[in-house]
């Protein structure tokens, strides 16, 4: 038996096309420039409760969710975030300006309910006056216009956000609300802030990093039980501008139609999620009994992560499910046996270090297997016309792992569809192509005289009968009694 060694590349030059499940996985750059596949970041996405979502990945400045459009932006795109592969670059000269339709939550007038604000920061400075957010609005109350504001803005280093007429009959400090963090905001940092409101409870919470920095009770009592809850009532339907007057980066800008806040949900603010992320590649089809011998990863694994590989093999993956056949851990560089099949799949988990700040890569797999080299199809074959039959005649295959032949035939030259032939060992009926085993002549009867017939020869590999070489030359006879 002959087996040629042969090598598939994922990734790399190749790119992973071939990946077909990725989760938690992304690309990302790797070596020379090529494609990488790495864990994703913690981004935000879209899901029921979503009112505005600003992910600015590739470049883009709009609301994911489709609740606003865009008005005006000042914002530049850029690959420096915190989440995914890009965010927003403020230069403190006007940010971006949206409107709201009929289900956004500064597009509706009335009863707001709970909402989540949140986003990632990164600001050059934290002056005095850096605006991140701003709403500004008014209502009539018993035939009177209040004005109405929400704003979020620094003041000495700390980012605190005031409600101005926004809570339906709270009327201390007129009507004001004010929140600010106990953290002091670092410039060139990179932290998550999180306002919250609880319709229930009437819960304002501040956090930073999932941290509580400040809470206060909106209702009668100041306080969380035996008071009534003073509504946020939202007035004629108003711009709502980021970054008006800021100076840094911004990144996942979310509202939320919902007061669960993300510790309270069990997630984390790690950039990289700590359970990792998993790719799977689709079934990589080679030849009937090729075996895996080597896989080759070529990885970078920072120091606290972990990448582990995993292979499989079979003849037929149409009944593959996730868990069968049975993944097989292997190292890179280590030597195989046993992996055989006509497809070979390679899935790999990549996990982060314990903080989530660092996550090992995968630039490329080299794949080394041995493949049943197919047999050379016979060097000449004859045929021979007679009464109503053909005999054909060729030479033996030069490979010595030849098993047997097929003949295949038919009346149009290429086309090789016969089915009336008789065969003169068997008396049976034969259809192309038929095996005649490992001889190097046969004879076919029951055609039709005057008709011409068309014949190659491919030879067979003793170790499956599947693996057939190339068609011979063609040749043609046409019986004749004569």
Same mark, same amino acid.
């Given at each position: 038996m002959h087996a040629e060694e042969r090598v598939i590349t994922l990734g790399g030059r190749e790119g992973w096309s071939s990946v077909s499940v990725r989760n938690g996985v992304t690309t990302g750059v790797g070596t020379y420039g090529y494609d990488s596949m790495t864990l994703d970041t913690n981004s935000r996405h879209v899901s029921k409760q979503t009112d505005l979502l600003l992910d600015f990945e590739d470049g883009t400045m709009a609301?994911?969710?489709?609740?606003?459009?865009?008005?005006?932006?000042?914002?530049?795109?850029?690959?420096?975030?915190?989440?995914?592969?890009?965010?927003?670059?403020?230069?403190?000269?006007?940010?971006?300006?949206?409107?709201?339709?009929?289900?956004?939550?500064?597009?509706?007038?009335?009863?707001?309910?709970?909402?989540?604000?949140?986003?990632?920061?990164?600001?050059?400075?934290?002056?005095?006056?850096?605006?991140?957010?701003?709403?500004?609005?008014?209502?009539?109350?018993?035939?009177?216009?209040?004005?109405?504001?929400?704003?979020?803005?620094?003041?000495?280093n700390h980012l605190t956000w005031n409600f101005t007429n926004v809570f339906d009959g709270y009327e201390e400090n007129f009507g004001e609300i004010s929140i600010s963090s106990y953290s002091t905001i670092i410039p060139d940092s990179w932290t998550h802030h999180a306002i919250s409101f609880d319709n229930q409870t009437g819960l304002l919470e501040y956090r930073i990093n999932g941290r509580l920095e400040a809470l206060k009770y909106i209702t009668s009592n100041s306080r969380e039980i035996g008071g009534r809850v003073f509504q946020p009532v939202l007035g004629v339907a108003a711009d709502l501008d980021i970054c008006p007057s800021y100076t840094g980066l911004i990144d996942d800008f979310r509202i939320q139609r919902s007061a669960i806040s993300e510790t309270a949900s069990n997630l984390r603010y790690d950039t990289y999620n700590r359970i990792g992320g998993r790719f799977v590649t689709d079934p990589i089809k080679v030849s009937l009994n090729s075996e895996m011998t080597l896989l080759n990863a070529l990885t970078r694994v920072p120091d606290q992560t972990d990448v582990?590989?995993?292979?499989?093999?079979?003849?037929?993956?149409?009944?593959?499910?996730?868990?069968?056949?049975?993944?097989?851990?292997?190292?890179?560089?280590?030597?195989?046996?046993?992996?055989?099949?006509?497809?070979?799949?390679?899935?790999?988990?990549?996990?982060?270090?314990?903080?989530?700040?660092?996550?090992? /890569? $995968? *630039?490329?797999?080299?794949?080394?297997?041995?493949?049943?080299?197919?047999?050379? !199809?016979?060097?000449?074959?004859?045929? @021979?016309?007679?009464?109503?039959?053909?005999?054909?005649?060729?030479?033996? /295959? $030069? *490979?010595?792992?030849?098993?047997?032949?097929?003949?295949?035939?038919?009346?149009? !030259?290429?086309?090789?569809?016969?089915? @009336?032939?008789?065969?003169?060992?068997?008396?049976?009926?034969?259809?192309?192509? $038929? *095996?005649?085993?490992?001889?190097?002549?046969?004879?076919?009867?029951?055609?039709?005289?005057?008709?011409?017939?068309?014949?190659?020869?491919?030879?067979?590999?003793?170790?499956?009968?599947?693996?057939?070489?190339?068609l011979s030359k063609e040749v043609w006879a046409r019986p004749l009694r004569r």
């Open positions: 609301d994911i969710s489709g609740h606003y459009k865009v008005i005006s932006n000042a914002l530049i795109p850029t690959t420096d975030c915190k989440m995914g592969k890009g965010s927003g670059l403020s230069q403190g000269k006007g940010g971006l300006r949206l409107d709201g339709d009929r289900t956004s939550l500064f597009g509706t007038p009335g009863i707001a309910g709970s909402f989540l604000i949140e986003f990632w920061l990164n600001p050059a400075v934290a002056e005095n006056g850096e605006t991140v957010l701003s709403w500004r609005s008014s209502r009539t109350v018993d035939d009177m216009l209040l004005y109405q504001m929400i704003n979020a803005s620094f003041a000495n582990m590989i995993y292979v499989r093999s079979g003849d037929n993956y149409f009944p593959w499910t996730d868990t069968y056949p049975e993944w097989i851990p292997v190292s890179s560089g280590e030597k195989l046996s046993g992996i055989k099949g006509l497809y070979f799949q390679v899935a790999m988990d990549l996990y982060p270090d314990g903080s989530g700040s660092l996550s090992p /890569s $995968v *630039d490329r797999i080299d794949l080394h297997f041995k493949e049943v080299e197919a047999p050379l !199809p016979p060097f000449r074959v004859l045929a @021979e016309a007679g009464n109503g039959e053909v005999t054909l005649k060729w030479t033996y /295959s $030069v *490979d010595n792992n030849t098993g047997g032949y097929y003949v295949y035939y038919g009346d149009r !030259p290429g086309e090789y569809l016969g089915r @009336e032939a008789v065969s003169v060992d068997t008396g049976n009926r034969v259809e192309s192509p $038929v *095996d005649v085993g490992n001889t190097n002549t046969v004879t076919f009867k029951n055609l039709k005289n005057g008709k011409i017939y068309y014949f190659a020869i491919a030879a067979y590999s003793d170790v499956n009968k599947e693996i057939m070489g190339t």
